[in-house]
């Protein structure tokens, strides 16, 4: 199969298996169809096929840094691309659209997502110690939030590690007025003590960091406000966006990050002009 040549990729939101064990990185060929696009934030989500040697099917969303490429994607387009994994990132750097096909039914895409600008969903859940956490009692602090699963071996160990460099790398006085959140999708399998594992297995300062969980219909409400995707519930597929969201101590959206590529700097600096009362960039 013949692909065509990019000077940029995707990055794109990955399914992911049990562990910390990353494939090899590489450039592998993958197929799938598009979901759905957003020329904004230069994201399309595709529901894959297996790619073998990298991951299972999934529906994600993929950055899309040309212009050129994303235009000619659209939902429902049956497409051909080549996944390479730098390591950190899944980027597409060829993309060819080889037929048409319904795709299988997720209602994934960003223009979901809880919007910038705007107060970030409510939610209590329960932390990596079982103490009821609420984005009320994190008033006052500027906040990281994402989503993940401990039963994890692609984007959210890597984003967890992202984050971690993130946090880590922080000046002393703005570590000591930020907080990090990470919320399972797959609360049917983290409980507790899971979340806490998953953390301390990566060092995680858990006095500013913590790992939500609660009851499958609880967590559900609180992906689905937050527009992220579908936890796991029972063995069922877990499809899910790849969003960060930074939220300022009023409660309030500042910023969404989409995908997996953004750099540990652009993070950091976000939160000191956040913290230091400057808007974010």
């Not at 993929?62 to 980027?91: C, H, I, K, N, S």
Request: with cysteine; aromatic share 6%; proline share 6%.
């Amino acid at each position: 199969m013949r692909f065509l040549p990019l000077l940029m990729g995707l990055v794109l939101a990955v399914a992911c298996g049990p562990s910390d064990r990353h494939p090899a990185q590489g450039i592998y060929d993958a197929t799938g169809v598009v979901v759905s696009t957003n020329a904004e934030y230069a994201q399309a989500v595709i529901d894959h096929d297996d790619i073998e040697g990298l991951m299972p099917a999934m529906t994600m969303n993929f950055d899309v840094p040309d212009p050129a490429l994303l235009g000619r994607l659209a939902p429902g387009q049956r497409v051909a691309f080549r996944v390479q994994f730098t390591g950190r990132a899944y980027r597409v750097i060829d993309a060819q659209v080889v037929g048409e096909s319904g795709s299988r039914g997720t209602q994934l895409g960003i223009e979901n997502a809880a919007p910038a600008d705007e107060p970030a969903p409510d939610f209590a859940l329960v932390d990596q110690d079982g103490s009821t956490l609420a984005l009320a009692d994190l008033r006052g602090r500027a906040l990281l939030l994402d989503f993940m699963y401990t039963n994890c071996d692609g984007p959210c160990p890597i984003q967890t590690a992202a984050h971690v460099e993130v946090l880590n790398g922080l000046p002393d006085e703005v570590r000591e007025r930020v907080h990090f959140v990470s919320i399972s999708l797959d609360p049917a399998r983290d409980d507790p003590p899971a979340m806490r594992a998953y953390a301390e297995a990566r060092s995680i300062d858990l006095e500013r960091w913590s790992f939500l969980t609660g009851d499958a219909e609880t967590v559900a409400g609180v992906l689905e406000r937050y527009g992220v995707g579908v936890g796991g519930t029972d063995g069922d597929q877990i499809e899910h966006m790849i969003i960060t969201y930074l939220i300022d101590g009023e409660g309030v959206v500042i910023k969404r990050y989409l995908g997996m590529d953004h750099a540990t700097e652009e993070l950091q600096a976000d939160l000191v002009r956040l913290v230091s009362g400057a808007p974010a960039a």
